[in-house]
Structure formats: structure tokens, C-alpha cells
């Protein structure tokens, strides 16, 4: 029996032998995966600082060209007012003209019978210059001009008409 406890001490030794060689052999590979780990995140590391450093810069650009551009915006939003004011400006400039252009329309349809009265009293005395001086010019030997001689026909057409 003493054989057995022996051989069964030894059978302990040699699997613990055997294991304390299994998790060195684990305990080696675990160490490389870590050391990997640890290099990858040294690089990881540094290209962090590398990216934050970029980021800011990036954010403080960021916030500059949005200050350039809200105060593009406010000059913008002048101009912008200033082109309505211009557009109401001139609306009202047409309806002004419109107001003028109805009010004299409408005297001239009112007053249409009076121009009317005018434009024959006109003729009436165009005619009777004409044909007073037309006496004196012939006693001088006078030759009216071409277009003298159309109006003074066109008229003795409308007054025999």
C-alpha cells in the first residue's frame, strides 16, 4: 500500500509538473498577446493625441468661419433691407404714376367734348388765317408750301364733308 500511496504521490507530482508546464506555456502566450495588446495601444495612444490635437484645431476653424459667417449674414440682412426698401420705394413710384396717369385719363374723357370744341375752333381759325392771307399771297404772287397746301386741302375736304 505504501507502493500505492508512491506511485500515486507520483502520479500527483507528474500531472502537477504537467500542469505547472500547460499554464507556463499559456502564461507565455498570454504574456505575447498582452505585450501586443500594450503596443497597440501605445500606437492607439499616441494617434489619439494626434487626432485630438487636429480636432481642435478643426473645432477652433469651425467656430471662426461660423463668426465669419453670421457676420457675412447680418451684412447680408442690411442689404437685403436696404433692396425692400428700394422694391417699396419704387411700388410706390408706380402707384403714384398709376394714380396720375387714371387721374389725367380721366379729365381727358371729361374734358374729351371741350378738346374736341378746341381742335375745330383751331381749324376753324387755321382756315380763316389761311384763306386771309391766302388773298394777300395771291395779290403777291405767293406759292404756298407743299404741306401748307395738303392741310388747307385735307380742311376744305372735312368742312365740304
Known sequence: MQIILYLSVALIAVAFFILVLSLTKTLKAMKETLESVSHTLDGLETQLKGVTGETTMLLHKTNALADDIQGKVEKLDTVVLAVKDVGNTIQDMNDSVRKVTTSISSVMVRNQDKVAQVVQWG????????????????????????????????????SEG
Open 123 to 158: 381749324a376753324v381759325a387755321k382756315e380763316l388765317k389761311d384763306k386771309w392771307f391766302g388773298e394777300k399771297n395771291k395779290k403777291q404772287d405767293y406759292k404756298p408750301f407743299d404741306s401748307e397746301v395738303k392741310v388747307h386741302n385735307h380742311q376744305l375736304e372735312r
